[in-house]
């Protein structure tokens, strides 16, 4: 049963233009989600986090929305640049531990 | 600080054979979280440790499957008998808390990928 769910394999954007990455989520207890970022051959790197009492939290150019009556968050990416090409994991913080979505592949386009 | 450091990088072992992971949480970490990421697929939550305890291993194979955290040395994730179906990368993560720090989450290492031959 996927806890976390990110339905969108991968993600094309234009360098400058604004990148969407969406997840939902099935469980209505929890504490805060977590946006991590993972280039090929290396480990996952944080991002953002955002708590349940938050509907925003912005960091620099990213900024993670928590919609929770849709059970749906979004990482807004703005402006795009090159180097935010990568795979983008969401992640549910549940009992200690994070469950993860499959995550989405951002491919920013020159 | 070196981070969280694991070895072998890569690491290929032949069916049957056995596979041990190491892993060396940030100085003071004292909870370490074992991932699994198989290809074209997302981060499988395995086994969270802290020290000498296992805390929650409901991601973790019935068999064949184990994993240690001792009072001393590093973390380690032991697959006996090894199948090709193993083959993936193993990340292990550790942080300074049971809860996880919201405001930076968990500290990842660099990840062991396993091919089983």
């Known amino acids: 049963d996927q806890q976390v769910k990110q339905n969108s394999p991968s993600l094309s954007v234009q360098e400058g233009r604004i990148s969407i990455l969406n997840c939902d989520y099935t469980n209505s207890m929890f504490d805060y989600f977590l946006w991590y970022k993972k280039y090929p051959a290396e480990g996952p790197t944080f991002l953002i986090s955002?708590?349940?009492?938050?509907d925003k939290n912005e960091d620099g150019r990213f900024t993670v929305f928590l919609n929770k009556s849709a059970k749906h968050l979004s990482l807004h990416i703005v402006p795009s640049q090159p180097g935010d090409s990568a795979v983008y994991f969401c992640g549910e913080n549940r009992d200690d531990k994070i469950i993860f979505g499959k995550g989405t592949r951002l491919h920013i386009l020159p | 600080n070196a981070g969280v450091m694991q070895n072998p990088r890569h690491l290929v072992r032949r069916r049957g054979q056995e596979a041990r992971l190491r892993c060396s949480p940030m100085k003071g970490h004292s909870h370490v979280y074992w991932y699994r990421q198989l290809p074209e697929e997302g981060l499988k939550f395995m086994v969270y440790?802290?020290?000498?305890?296992?805390?929650?291993e409901s991601g973790m194979p019935k068999e064949r499957f184990s994993a240690e955290f001792p009072k001393e040395g590093p973390s380690i994730l032991r697959i006996q008998q090894v199948v090709r179906g193993d083959s993936a990368a193993y990340f292990c993560a550790s942080s300074l808390t049971a809860a996880s720090p919201i405001n930076y989450g968990y500290t990842f290492g660099s990840g062991t990928r396993l091919t089983v031959v």
């Open positions: 440790l802290q020290k000498e305890n296992i805390i929650d």
């Open positions: 955002i708590s349940s009492i938050k």
